[in-house]
Nanobody, 122 residues
Framework: QVQLVESGGGLVQAGVSLRLSCAASGRTITGYAMAWFRQAPGKERESVAAISWSGGRTTYADSVKGRFTISRDVAKNTVSLQMNNLKPADTAVYYC???????????????WGQGTQVTVSS
């Protein structure tokens, strides 16, 4: 079992940066791909960014490319999402997820955190 706990959300103004962190516990996340998803009110959950277990491969939603960066520290069992130039459209609950790495497009995201709220005001 893997437990995930997100932190770093908050209320910010458009244009600023925010860094989300996700701490994994219960077992090492070596071999697990990690990802960030988000869900805005009235919308479906969407993938924001994902990173392979080695950190060598990443994917991003088109809406965040060039602004968000996902990274991980395998030794510390953490994954982070650096969010720059935030926009009101980025307002959502952000979730950390983990799944055995079978390729970022095919990984089953079996483990989820409880989410952290990010609100961007204009």
């Amino acid at each position: 079992q893997v437990q995930l706990v997100e932190s770093g959300g908050g209320l910010v103004q458009a244009g600023v940066s925010l860094r989300l962190s996700c701490a994994a516990s219960g077992r090492t996340i070596t071999g697990y791909a990690m990802a960030w998803f988000r869900q805005a009110p009235g919308k479906e959950r969407e993938s924001v960014a994902a990173i392979s277990w080695s950190g060598g491969r990443t994917t991003y939603a088109d809406s965040v490319k060039g602004r968000f960066t996902i990274s991980r520290d395998v030794a510390k069992n953490t994954v982070s999402l650096q969010m720059n130039n935030l926009k009101p459209a980025d307002t959502a609950v952000y979730y950390c997820a983990a799944g055995w790495d079978t390729g970022l497009a095919s990984t089953n995201w079996n483990y989820w955190g409880q989410g952290t709220q990010v609100t961007v005001s204009s």
